[in-house]
């Protein structure tokens, strides 16, 4: 059997009863990052075989791991944080044990996205998650468009060295646009700051943020929509 085994976003005690019966009990753990959940591991006194299963070896890695399984066993796949399979390794793996006929299971928990929009205070009925915005100004750019014409909550990851810059478009397109940098979430130091574009990017150049960073955007407001749709019909008449 396979499981996929969401871990802490950042707070340990976040991790589930079910979660740990499972990496208590299967032949081998796959890890994103092995120095990382060892530290995991270590804290619940967890001790079974760790692979390494990254972006770098996941090829090689699942053709490994799909022969154990096929000889009956159970392997857990984790990643650093949260569910693995959402920009982390994981996909493959259970898409080859859907094409094989093998059982596989999903262990949930912890999830930054969902942390970060219910602590937004945005509508949450629907969203749109995007990864991580593209490093590259044209593509972050174009998401950066796509993320305010939409009418529901857009969430996307951020690095901190990024930021500044992806608020600076947000700024120069949708200046009364209200964000959410939802920052550090379930550690120490978590912060939901919500405001303007241009007030979150004084902040953070003052400022600069650390740590993990999920940005989030609230959607068109009826008249926005409105005024959207009134400037898409000009145009087809134009």
């Known amino acids: 059997m396979l499981y996929l085994v969401a871990t802490p976003i950042g707070n340990l005690g976040d991790i589930t ?17 092995t120095r990382h959940s060892s530290i995991l591991l270590r804290h619940f006194e967890i001790h079974k075989p760790l692979v390494s299963y ?13 022969e154990r399984l096929r000889d009956g066993a ?23 044990c859907i094409a094989h006929g093998l059982p596989y299971t999903i262990i949930p928990g912890a999830s930054s996205v969902l942390t ?10 629907q969203f749109f998650f995007g990864g991580f915005f593209p490093p590259k100004s044209g593509g972050r750019e174009r998401e950066v468009l796509a993320a305010g014409r939409r009418a529901e909550t857009s969430i996307h990851f ?26 550090e979430l379930t550690k120490t130091f978590e912060e ?13 150049t003052a400022h600069p943020a650390k740590g993990e960073i999920v940005l989030l955007v609230s959607g068109l407001s009826k ?12 145009e087809e008449r134009e």
Request: aromatic share 6%.
């Open 17 to 33: 009863l079910r979660a740990l019966e499972v990496l208590k009990s299967v032949d081998v753990i796959a890890a994103e990052d």
């Open 54 to 66: 990254h972006e770098h070896n996941e090829a090689s890695r699942t053709a490994e791991l799909l």
């Open 74 to 96: 159970n392997v857990a796949i984790i990643s650093d944080a949260g569910l693995p399979g959402i920009n982390d390794p994981g996909h493959r793996l259970l898409r080859a």
């Open 116 to 125: 970060a929009l219910i602590g937004s205070g945005f509508p949450a009925e």
């Open 158 to 183: 951020e690095s901190p060295h990024r930021l500044l810059k992806t608020l600076d478009v947000f700024a120069r397109h949708f200046p009364e646009r209200t964000l959410c940098v939802a920052r």
């Open 192 to 204: 939901f700051r919500i405001g303007k574009p241009a007030d979150l990017l004084a902040q953070y």
């Open 223 to 234: 008249d926005e929509r409105r005024k959207l749709a009134s400037a898409a019909r000009f």
